[in-house]
């Protein structure tokens, strides 16, 4: 182009004829808008390049405590802001609220900043490689505030004690004057003062603004709190998410929260605030994460205890240890709501009485001594848990001490799934996961269960994807994966626990009208609970299969359990007694206990005239089976849930009211129906009269020996894997076998195959028909008639035989 403008003899846009300078004004005329923008864009490009980056650099001295921060012109022309306007800085360990000054040596690329208004509890940066995009700095605008409402951290309890009341009010007032600040913003506040923190907990509502206190500011300060205190808050109580113990909860600030933070309005009905609050649950449950939130919601100094920490070698340093963990305890009340928890109170205060425990007995009465003097106007509470209240001393769980037990239980299925919701709320989980179904299936799981099933689904994942070279989302396939490894805790030790191989209805020849009555009394009341609410039916408690030996009594409760898709106990005599006074009826009581936190489930007691017999009038009732029989008796009656086993409504019990759907969920877990008692015995004449009254053992159903159509159908049952020869006749088999049970006819169909390989020799390929004659000849029936008769005797009856 500069070629062509000097070459005289080239027309250039009409120029012929025209001199040279004014051929080159037209020329250059064309092309300016565009020589314009090209040299603004390496202007603006040099101006701000090194402006989109900013260096983090120390504030100089003059500048601690003023709320400067400390920018380039071009910088702050680049944002849009003057000298003082209120700026938004997000900082890699946080936020902070400045106001804008320029640097006194005007370079560009850097920042210093006051942290005096900041989201970090500890106001410090890192200064090493720290570097800040000017896109993380806003510009706010100003408002004047009407009204603050902060909470304000002292220097220390003696500096709390003398700077208190209108003082207090006039030092933060003088310490906050022409302060940005911002909701939930941290006021840090120079060494000199005897005010360390003022935390800005609520403004007047502006969005998007930065409010300025000023001197007709109205502050409202509504708690006062030490610097030790504060720091345990902020540091060793971490932020929890409970689920599903939003009744626990409620009973939980009802005592904690609202005497901390009203014990004027209880001081003026005359109440003395509740001293120890005491929690029972099963391991796992979530008590210990229940304390720490609710320590975290209330504001409260959390002070642990546990054993390990108490004992001491030497005699009396165990009782000196506790003395010093009450007296800390009672030094951090002064200047706060303190909680004092006591974990696994049971090993630390076991009952008194034996000789052999006299550390143990000191320490209990030291702690009892240490608890008649905590004051009533004290902010401090003493929170125990245990999973065993039966062993604490009896002296503890008394008003003035222990006032109040609250009972944390299995969760229920809305429970469940609420920590299932929780659980999964951060994890990438796939569109084909239902977590009502999870929480379904998981019966008998508490938190820790379900977190534990959680983090083995995520695993599967892990070991997938280091297989497959990809990660893939938490599907319904990883969780059912993680349901075969997971059990719950409460039934890794369950007495009579059994897994068997699933039995279908179709495998039982025969029996049709049994079997469709043992649908109704035990299969509908536990898959159709809702049906049978809403007829008001009361469906049986206990069921009993009464019947000759090999009529399939056992296997058809195995088809049942496995149609209920439930859980299965079995016990027998072997499991119960003991050769111990007590043993027995103790693990009749825990099987029925772990049955219930399992539901549904199915409790078997097989053999049932050997567990409990009867009782006579010529007895006198000090044997073993007749106390077993008299547990088992209460367990019937009292099949619902005991009080430390579920929490829930406690109207939803049995003869309560309820109403509504969700109650009527409640009710199907909270009313024990879902454990069915399944006896089996063929020797129903020497059962007690009580267990067989209608209320208990209910439902008494008679399993006959198989008649021909029967026998005939279980013979195609045991012979449709065996290979048999075309002249086998299962019909006339089924005429021929008269008096056979079903486990004579399989036992039949063995000695068939037996005798064809020993006449034929270990070659033979098929059972013949001569084969069954010779094992008919060999193998007699079990039954006969007199023994049928007399259990006929008791068909349609609900008493024992005469």
């Known amino acids: 182009m500069v070629v062509t403008w000097l070459n005289p003899e080239v027309d250039i846009a ?44 120390p504030l100089n001295h003059e500048d601690h405590g003023t709320q400067r921060c400390r920018l380039g012109p071009k910088a702050m022309s680049y944002l849009g802001v003057k000298i003082g306007f209120p700026l938004l800085i997000s900082l890699p360990s946080g936020s902070c609220l400045c106001t804008v000054w320029p640097r006194k040596d005007l370079s560009e690329g850097f920042l210093q900043a006051d942290l005096m208004c900041s989201t970090l509890p500890k106001p410090t940066v890192d200064y090493k490689n720290s570097i800040v995009s000017l896109n993380r ?36 007032k003088d310490l906050l004057r022409n302060v940005y600040v911002l909701p939930g913003y941290l006021i840090s506040v120079m060494e000199d003062s005897p005010v360390v923190n003022v935390e800005i907990l609520d403004t007047d509502p502006k969005e998007g603004a930065a409010g300025l206190i000023t001197a007709k500011t109205n502050l409202s300060i509504i708690e006062t709190l030490t610097q ?135 320490i209990v009465a030291q702690l009892l001594t240490l608890m008649d003097g905590v004051h009533s106007d004290n902010k401090m509470v003493i929170i125990a848990a245990t999973n065993q209240p039966d062993a604490i001393d009896s002296a503890l769980r008394r008003p003035g001490r222990f006032d109040r037990e609250i009972i944390i239980g299995t969760p229920t299925l809305s429970q469940r799934r609420a920590i299932l919701d929780v659980l999964t709320s951060h994890m990438p989980i796939s569109r084909d996961v239902d977590i009502a179904a999870l929480a379904d299936m998981t019966v008998g799981y508490v938190g820790a269960d379900l977190t534990a099933l959680c983090r083995d689904a995520a695993m599967q994942v892990v070991l997938q994807a280091h297989q497959d070279s990809q990660v893939d989302l938490v599907s ?120 219930r936190a399992s539901t549904p489930a199915i409790v078997f007691l097989d053999e049932i005239d050997a567990i409990v017999g009867c009782r006579s009038e010529c007895r006198t009732g000090s044997g073993v089976q007749e106390r077993i029989l008299s547990v088992l008796l209460n367990e019937l009656d009292g099949v619902g849930l005991k009080t430390t086993e579920r929490r829930g409504n406690p109207l939803l019990l049995e003869g309560g009211h309820y109403q509504g759907h969700n109650d009527q969920m409640e009710m199907k877990e909270v009313v024990n129906k879902l454990v069915m008692i399944v006896a089996a015995t063929n020797r129903p004449d020497v059962l007690d009269d009580a267990l067989l009254r209608p209320g208990r053992l209910d439902k008494l159903l008679y399993i006959p020996p198989p008649d021909e159509e029967a026998r005939l159908s279980i013979l195609k049952l045991c012979t449709s894997s065996v290979p048999l020869a075309s ?76």
Not at 33 to 51: A, G, N, Q, R
Not at 485 to 500: H, L
Request: charged share 20%; net charge positive.
């Open 476 to 595: 319904r396939r990883h969780f059912y994966e993680a349901f075969k490894k997971i059990r719950p805790a409460s039934a890794r030790s369950a007495i009579g626990k059994v897994e068997f191989k699933p039995v279908y209805w179709d495998k039982i020849g025969g029996l049709e009208d049994i079997k469709l009555m043992l649908k109704q009394s035990i299969e509908w009341p536990l898959k159709y609970p809702e049906a049978f609410l809403r007829m008001c039916l009361t469906p049986p408690k206990g069921v009993l299969l009464y019947g000759p030996p090999g009529c399939a009594k056992t296997t058809l409760v195995k088809a049942v359990a496995t149609s209920c898709h439930c859980s299965f106990f079995s016990v027998s005599g072997a499991d119960l007694f003991s050769p111990y006074v007590g043993d027995s009826e103790k693990i009749l009581s825990q099987l029925f206990r772990q049955a």
């Open 137 to 172: 700095l806003r510009s706010l605008s100003s408002v004047k505030l009407k009204k603050a409402t902060v909470k304000v951290v002292m220097r220390n309890l003696e500096v709390k004690l003398a700077v208190c009341g209108p003082i207090l009010h006039e030092v933060v």
């Open 14 to 57: 009409g120029t012929r004829g025209k001199s040279s300078p004014q051929a080159a004004l037209s020329y250059l005329s064309c092309y300016v808008p565009f020589i314009i923008i090209i040299i603004s864009s390496i202007v603006l490009y040099s101006v701000f390049k090194m402006d989109t980056v900013l260096t983090l650099l």
């Open 228 to 362: 030790e205190w504060y720091a345990h808050i902020m540091d060793n109580v971490p932020q929890c998410q409970v689920a599903g113990m939003d009744d626990v909860c409620t009973s939980l600030n009802e005592i904690i929260n609202l005497p901390f933070h009203f014990p004027e309005t209880i001081s003026k009905l005359g109440l003395a605030c509740p001293k120890g609050l005491l929690l029972v649950g099963p391991p796992g449950v979530g008590k210990t994460l229940l304390v720490k939130a609710v320590a975290r919601q209330a504001g409260a100094y959390l002070i642990s205890l546990s054993g390990p920490s108490i004992h001491g070698s030497r005699p009396g340093e165990s009782e000196e240890n506790l003395r010093k963990i009450f007296e800390k305890a009672r030094d951090v009340s002064r200047g706060g709501p303190c909680i004092l928890f006591i974990d696994e109170i049971d090993s630390l205060c076991p009952r008194r009485g034996n000789s052999n425990n006299a550390p143990e007995n000191r």
């Open 727 to 802: 002249d086998v006749c299962l019909e006339r088999l089924a005429a021929a076998t008269s008096y056979y049970s079903g486990a004579d006819l399989q036992n039949l169909c063995k000695e068939a195959a037996l005798v064809a390989l020993h006449l034929s020799g270990l070659q033979a390929s098929c059972v013949k028909q001569e084969h069954f004659q010779q094992a008919l000849a060999s193998l007699t029936p079990s039954l006969n008639a007199r023994d049928l008769m007399a259990y006929k005797k008791l068909q349609g009856h609900t008493g024992i035989m005469g």
